[in-house]
């Protein structure tokens, strides 16, 4: 028959130590109580009360196990104060090792746990391509249906015409001002402005692939003509009177390319200018101008076409990209620029008003001296030679890029100046 335990009465099996209820410490049977070393050294066969071996005041050593109810609490010895040295630790002998209940002892073997499966992404792709679907369908209904919905309103709306009502009686509108005469005042402005009018080409002479306009200008003696042109041929005359003549002539092409040659005009107090666009293909297009001998200034620009000045007194200005210059019995300030092409020049007469200057970058310059004339002569090349008759009495320097020439005609004056970039000069009288 088992023993109980002395406090709680539970059930005590074989080698028990302790208490499995309450943790009272017990003495299995058949062992030997634990043996202490007493205060001489020799062993007691009774084990004295415990001095204290735990830092919680109780009975000792902490019971292992479960505890079901809470330990009694006991009042701590009175504190005595030590007479000696005395031992606080009893040894206790270990016990046989006991086999463990079958309660604590392990029922089933441990296995692993099953191997997580990886089908759980495939099924969350399969239900988002089942809700795409499902989404692009919904929409493509949806938009069928509203597409049907508009068109039924459309077609209720045209069978429905709402009538229009009219007054019975609607006011006149008033009738818009008489404008006949604006135009020619609004041309009178434009032209008083100095603003660019297209040229009347009225009472023009159509002859064959030949279409000419002649027109006249008055002009003061103060007064300046200028010409541009982008291709065209210019021919100044001076001559007596206070007006200029302009005489234009087309050549070749249909008579419609010939008028859309058209020529624009601006005339102001300070003068009269003409502006040539670009004639059309196979088109060619010419001026021939008088103007008075004395006038004030000529002013000449075109891109390509020759130009030709006679007979005049008052000042030039000539700018040529491409075409040849000519320059006979001009006898005031001059300055003229050839870019490609040749330049002539003829002095009529010893007498001049003015000096005068004349350029070519690519071309070649003649010159010819009236007898009698007095001037300083300036003649230079970058590359090409110069060549001035012996009559002249002017001697030719060479120098380490092109040829040079400086001297004086008869008393000197008014300055010749010619200057070639690549070309040849050549002075003679």
Known sequence: MNKRCESCGAELFEGQQFCRVCGAAVVAQGEATTQLLGDNGRTQSQAPEASGTSPVWGTGTEPVGSRQSPPVYKEPPAYQEPTGYQKTAAFQQPTAYQTPLASMQQTSPLTAPPPRRGGRGLWFFALLLVFLLGAGVAGVGGFVWWKAHQQAQVADARKVRPEVVRPADIPEPPQPPDLSGLGEQIRRAIEAAGVGMPL???????????????????????????????????????SDGDEAEVKITKRGGSAEQRSNARTMLAQTDEGLTLLAAGSPGGVD???????PRGLHAVEIDTDKGDVKISGFDGAVVSNVKKGNAEFRGVTGDVKSNVIKGETRVVF????????????VVKGNIEATLAEGTDAEVRAETVTGDIDADDSLGLSVEKRPAGRSLSGKLGDGGQTLRFKVTSGDIKLKQ
């Open 200 to 238: 009347d080409e009225s009472g023009a002479v159509v002859s064959g692939n030949t279409t000419t306009i002649t027109k006249t200008y008055p002009l003061d003696g103060d007064a300046t003509f200028a010409l541009h042109a982008t291709n065209a041929s210019v021919t100044i005359t001076g």
């Open 348 to 359: 009529e007469g010893a007498e001049r008003e003015g000096s005068q200057e004349f350029s």
């Open 285 to 291: 297009v010419s001026y021939e101008v008088r103007v």
